[in-house]
């Protein structure tokens, strides 16, 4: 009997990095070398059932872009030590401890390691090794050691052999768009609190500082949209509260070539975080009245929605 294993190697990372290598981060070329690995896993279905990183920056992300890009979400993604050099003895001991029946595993390495790895199973002939790029390999179903001869090389996928656009499916045809599916569904919550007058609303500060919103972001895989919305209130807002069980709407906004459809959670804030204990500070946080609020956003889906929800808010009729 055999097992499957895949090997990925880490995406390009950012040019003219002076750090240490270990915390060098992907540029944008080398997200989307993962996500085109990760679109490609899904739709061969060869969707691994454990995923282990090795310690660095580049391989941990190229993990993270690949498996959310093929539907996975990353919750349950590894990180070994042992991976960073490649060491074929340290591979077959990581995946002695693996379950063997139908549990295929994905190992995400960096060029040297990834080089070193294939030198030892495939000598001379090893497959080329490049950034982005997905080895899938049997081997021997009980594997003690892996020496020269022990694997065999099914396939070799590289990114730049993959389509450049991802498949959505349409209401009525498959689309090919900018990013992703998942990136093209977002959650977010409208943070309110009683007030003296009423309730008042939460507006942060956008990414680019330059107008006001509502916590927001992509609809994570793993994660239900309600509880994607309460993460994103974390990151962006610093804010915990009670987030309720269904949307109050959807609006859509153009974003990456396409349209978004983004889900309003309301949440009721019970907790915020202070400045200096919130990583996304530069924001900025606003309280203000709904008539606030309902003049400093600019989406007129967003407003609509407020302005509904606030005409009776929770508790108040």
């Known amino acids: 009997m055999t097992r499957e294993l895949l090997l990925l190697q880490s995406g390009k990372g950012v040019r003219n990095w002076h750090g240490p290598q270990r915390a060098r981060p992907l540029r944008d070329g080398g997200k989307r070398q993962a996500q085109r690995i990760g679109t490609w896993l899904a739709g061969q279905g060869h969707l691994p059932g454990r995923v282990i990183a090795a310690p660095s920056e580049r391989a941990f992300v190229t993990a993270q872009k690949a498996l959310k890009a093929a539907g996975l979400g990353a919750r349950g993604l590894e990180r070994a030590a042992s991976l960073g050099k490649g060491s074929a003895k340290d591979v077959a001991g990581l995946l002695g401890g693996c379950a063997t029946e139908d549990d295929r595993v994905m190992l995400v390495l960096d060029g040297k390691a ?28 009980a594997i003690s050691d892996l020496t020269r001869g022990s694997a065999r090389l099914l396939e070799t996928v590289r990114p730049e052999d993959l389509p450049e656009k991802f498949p959505f499916d349409g209401p009525t045809e498959r689309e090919w768009r900018d990013r992703p599916a998942y990136y093209y569904s977002q959650s977010a919550v409208l943070p309110y609190r009683p007030g003296a007058d009423g309730i008042e609303i939460l507006l942060i500060g956008s990414s680019k500082r330059n107008h006001w919103v509502v916590p927001k972001g992509i609809h994570e895989p793993g994660y239900s949209a309600r509880a994607s919305a309460g993460k994103e209130a974390e990151e962006e807002a610093g804010i915990f509260g009670e987030i309720g069980p269904d949307p109050i709407g959807h609006f859509e906004i153009a974003k990456w070539g396409a349209t978004c459809r983004v889900a309003l959670y309301p949440m009721k804030v019970t907790r915020q975080l202070e400045m200096r204990d919130w990583e996304e500070s530069h924001r900025s946080r606003l309280w203000v009245s709904p008539e606030g609020a309902l003049l400093r956003l600019k989406d007129d889906g967003l407003r609509r929605l407020v302005a509904e929800f606030t005409k009776a808010p929770p508790g108040e009729g």
């Open 114 to 141: 990834m080089r070193a790895l294939l030198a030892t199973l495939f000598g001379r002939r090893a497959p080329e090794a490049g950034t982005g790029s997905l080895f899938r390999l049997a081997l021997p179903d």
